[in-house]
């Protein structure tokens, strides 16, 4: 069907992805970037919510959507384009976006019928694809190891109460 109505056509596709990042290039640069940011900081404190954090966190837990977010770093994609690229169905790949959408993970932009989509927050999906990329090693420990580190552990929580010192006794700021 969508070879019938030409959307597979990379020469079709491709002005509407031109004209989407200039566009976006523009919009990234004006002052209103600045109030973005600032909406961003504030966003970064919502995220203190484990529940919050949680929900982020479950949009970057499906293979197909890890490869989405992937193509998404090189630059906007029409979903034709991931269609090619991606070894998955057109709906499956919508499905997927929508909940990266749903995340602010991904925004699109639409130009008649195409959709090109573009990453909203790209330095979080870059550090996050580079964090799980990494291949860090896992440590295996002992039970004396942590027994060891609990001991320690209680020892620093219980500071100089402990050693017969009496408690530091701390000065109240004064602004003047």
């Not at 019938?4 to 990234?28: I, M, N, Q, W």
């Amino acid at each position: 069907m969508f070879d019938k109505l030409g959307l597979r056509d990379r020469r079709k596709t491709a002005p509407a992805v031109a004209l989407f990042t200039k566009t976006l290039g523009r919009f990234l640069t004006s002052p209103f970037d600045r109030s973005l940011h600032l909406e961003s900081s504030h966003r970064a404190a919502e995220l203190a919510s484990p529940r919050a954090a949680s929900e982020l966190l479950k949009a970057f837990s499906h293979p197909t959507r890890l490869a989405i977010l992937q193509e998404l770093v090189s630059g906007p994609k029409c979903v034709t384009d991931m269609e090619e690229i991606l070894p998955a169905r057109q709906a499956n790949i919508s499905q997927h976006l929508a909940v990266l959408r749903h995340a602010m993970l991904v925004d699109y932009a639409q130009d008649g019928t195409l959709r090109c989509y573009y990453l909203c927050r790209p330095r979080l999906v870059e550090d996050m694809l580079a964090l799980v990329g990494r291949g860090d090693p896992v440590v295996t420990r002992t039970a004396a190891e942590i027994q060891a580190d609990k001991e320690r552990l209680a020892k620093l929580l219980a500071g100089p109460a402990t050693s017969g010192d009496k408690p530091v006794r701390r000065r109240k700021l004064v602004s003047r």
